[in-house]
């Protein structure tokens, strides 16, 4: 009998490839399947590990078939690549299991002839005798411009052995070198950390950590955000501190964008694109109880989530509307802040969402761009004189960040970019410009940038 993990991985992949859904959401789905936390734990190692490293599995099996991999049915691929991560990863699995199991859903998958070819490639995949190689580390930095063999075996070696797309660490080498580059991907492809918030309406980050610390979930304080624990021990989210709303999940770079757009107490605050909601509750927090904040979001299965989070949170000077970024709003311009945190490529986010890394294109980064423009300047509308804009991503390229936010400026004199807030956690993620901006290699936390501007006063 087919384990029913392997079984739920194969499903997730096919779901994740045929383009039918995202890879958070498949995990998801199958999780609620799985009724043993170890199948769910085992599923969600191989389908993320296959995303993580399909590249340089990928390059493995080309080795060990005896036919390109174009050439392979796509179900069967799909069963090569997650026998393949398990028999090069996870030491504790039995070899003879993984294989048989691959056989037993190709015949049960719709590849019932590609059953005996899957079964050979992965026993000479399995046979230890075999010489299988992946590109090597350069021993020098490769960062000059041309297409010399130094370039190439650098673009060769975090392309395939570091699996990432070959037009994204292409951009990373030219802009940082290759040491950079390769602790970017390799930042990557390490399992991302359970990062909380304090729900500082409710607990300080000490109070949060006792209170967890007392249920037998361990923590330590991140490095750079002030609210911040990343759990080390223990399950968090199963805890009575998140039942009670003590905390959101927040990845540490994206704790920060609250530090920059921080209004003061008493402020009138607008959240767009706010779902899931951890910025929002960090706004509302900033701002108090005197203050007001209007969260929106355009998809109704994202206003109920960020409806759910605000309820648990307990945050009852936010008002919830749908509205849509992309056209004008229909709000006077009476908030003291707006932050824009616009929907991205997630490119600074492939620790967390390494499925993101095959489907985004280089085409892509423009259709975001413009996308972002028309939202920050439907936003600007409703700031007021003397007020703050806030413009923020989760994704590591130019096109989305600084030169959406040049090519703001440029059209919108009202603006200036603004005083970063005086806070310490920003001392050490803020670029000659003024703009936070953290880089893996460099802060150990995920690639996000944001920019505050200034409306002039009337």
């Known amino acids: 009998m087919t384990a029913p993990a392997r079984r739920a991985a194969h499903d997730v992949l096919r779901a994740v490839h045929t383009g039918r859904s995202d890879l958070a959401t498949a995990l998801e789905r199958s999780r609620r399947r799985l009724a043993d936390p170890r199948d769910r734990a085992l599923a969600g190692e191989i389908a993320i590990g296959v995303q993580r490293r399909r590249a340089a599995i990928d390059h493995l099996l080309a080795q060990a078939a005896s036919r390109p991999l174009p050439a392979i049915s796509p179900v069967a691929l799909d069963l090569l690549r ?69 370039r190439r075996a650098a673009l060769d070696y975090l392309a395939v052995t570091l699996s990432h797309p070959r037009w994204l660490v292409e951009r990373w080498l030219d802009r940082h070198g290759l040491q950079a580059a390769e602790a970017w991907a390799q930042f990557n492809n390490r399992p991302a950390p359970v990062t909380l918030r304090a729900n500082t309406a409710r607990n300080t980050v000490a109070e949060l950590r006792d209170a967890l610390d007392a249920c037998g979930v361990r923590s330590v304080e991140t490095r750079l955000a002030p609210h911040g624990l990343v759990a080390t021990e ?88 749908r509205l849509d970024a992309t056209a004008p709003l229909p709000l006077r311009p009476v908030f003291d802040s707006v932050l824009v945190d616009a929907p991205c490529s ?46 923020a991503t989760c994704s590591s390229e130019p096109e989305e960040n600084e030169q959406v936010v040049a090519r703001f400026l440029d059209r919108h004199p009202e603006f200036v970019p603004a005083v970063p807030n005086a806070v310490p956690a920003l001392d050490r993620v803020l670029d000659g410009n003024g703009h936070l901006r953290t880089l893996p290699f460099r802060h150990g936390v995920d690639a996000f940038f944001a920019a505050a501007l200034a409306r002039r006063p009337a």
Not at 251 to 263: D, F, K, M, N, R
């Open 82 to 150: 997650a026998a393949a991560y398990q028999l090069l990863h996870l030491d504790r699995v039995p070899a003879h299991a993984v294989v048989a199991d691959a056989v037993e859903l190709a015949r049960e998958s719709g590849a019932r002839r590609a059953a005996g070819f899957v079964n050979a490639v992965l026993r000479t995949l399995a046979d230890r005798r075999r010489p299988f190689t992946l590109p090597p580390a350069p021993r020098a930095d490769a960062t000059g411009a041309g297409n010399g063999p130094a």
């Open 234 to 321: 223990g399950d968090a989210l199963a805890s009575p501190a998140a039942a009670a709303g003590r905390f959101v999940v927040q990845e540490e770079a994206s704790q920060l964008v609250v530090e920059l757009a921080g209004p003061a107490r008493g402020e009138r605050v607008l959240d767009l694109c706010a779902a899931p909601g951890g910025k929002t509750v960090g706004l509302a927090g900033c701002a108090g109880p005197a203050g007001f904040v209007v969260a929106s979001d355009l998809r109704p299965r994202r206003v109920a989530l960020l409806a759910d989070l605000l309820a648990r949170a307990g945050s009852p000077r936010v008002a919830i509307v």
């Open 346 to 391: 997630g490119l600074g986010t492939l620790r967390r969402d390494p499925d993101v890394r095959w489907r985004r294109t280089p085409d892509d980064l423009a259709a975001f761009a413009a996308t972002q423009f028309e939202m920050l300047r439907h936003a600007a509308e409703a700031v007021r004189p003397g007020g703050r804009l806030i413009y």
